[in-house]
T-cell receptor, first 116, second 112 residues
Framework: KAGVTQTPRYLIKTRGQQVTLSCSPI?????VSWYQQTPGQGLQFLFE???????NKGNFPGRFSGRQFSNSRSEMNVSTLELGDSALYLC???????????????FGPGTRLTVT | QKEVEQNSGPLSVPEGAIASLNCTYS??????FFWYRQYSGKSPELIMS????GDKEDGRFTAQLNKASQYVSLLIRDSQPSDSATYLC????????????FGQGTTLQVKP
């Protein structure tokens, strides 16, 4: 099976701009979670999408948003970029069902965002 | 108090030794526990998951969970230089959730 893919892999933006990152989960996986990784804060949960609905949200400002499509692909958007948004953005897919839960999450390679 | 705590290390062990990595968590209702390995410049790779108290073995890796003590550990037997990486402990959030809470990670160095 192909793994989780993320595009683009690297991105350089300037303050005030917005950015959209894309994630394609492992085939058959319906849950996509997004994380931000920085040297100072480590890996922090942004949000999770399942069946095209945001199920959980982390403690990030409203500038961070996302969506999920019917094929389970997901995008996240960051508006009005700040220098502190420079980070590795990771998505992870999971075979989560609506009833129970299988929480094993598999990460994509990440998108390295640099804000100047 | 951090939700998931790990010793940042570095933990240095000689090749062939057992490496022991530890993690404590604060939320008593957490149900799922994971260990990820992250090489420098790469994304985290899932190496172990554990859901019940006790030990779970997979090859050279053994995960141990003690929910009463809110403690989870990872043992790596016959450590190899290729095991040198940062090991991240992750705990599921409360309830039926796809949110994982990560520790800061422990850097392991295996010396030949």
């Amino acid at each position: 099976k192909a793994g989780v893919t993320q595009t683009p892999r690297y991105l350089i933006k300037t303050r005030g701009q917005q950015v959209t990152l894309s994630c394609s989960p492992i085939s058959g996986h319906r849950s996509v979670s997004w994380y931000q990784q920085t040297p100072g804060q480590g890996l922090q949960f942004l949000f999770e999408y399942f069946s095209e609905t945001q199920r959980n949200k982390g403690n990030f400002p409203g500038r961070f948003s996302g969506r999920q499509f019917s094929n389970s692909r997901s995008e996240m958007n960051v508006s009005t970029l700040e220098l502190g948004d420079s980070a590795l953005y990771l998505c992870a897919s999971s075979l989560r069902t609506s009833g129970g839960a299988s929480y094993e999450q598999y990460f994509g390679p990440g998108t390295r965002l640099t804000v100047t | 108090q951090k939700e998931v705590e790990q010793n940042s290390g570095p933990l240095s062990v000689p090749e062939g030794a057992i490496a022991s990595l530890n993690c404590t968590y604060s939320d008593r209702v957490s149900q799922s526990f994971f260990w990820y390995r992250q090489y420098s410049g790469k994304s985290p790779e899932l190496i172990m998951s554990i859901y019940s108290n006790g030990d779970k073995e997979d090859g050279r890796f053994t995960a141990q969970l003690n929910k009463a003590s809110q403690y989870v550990s990872l043992l790596i037997r016959d450590s190899q230089p290729s095991d040198s990486a940062t090991y991240l402990c992750a705990v599921s959030g409360s309830g039926n959730t796809g949110k994982l809470i990560f520790g800061q990670g422990t850097t392991l160095q295996v010396k030949p």
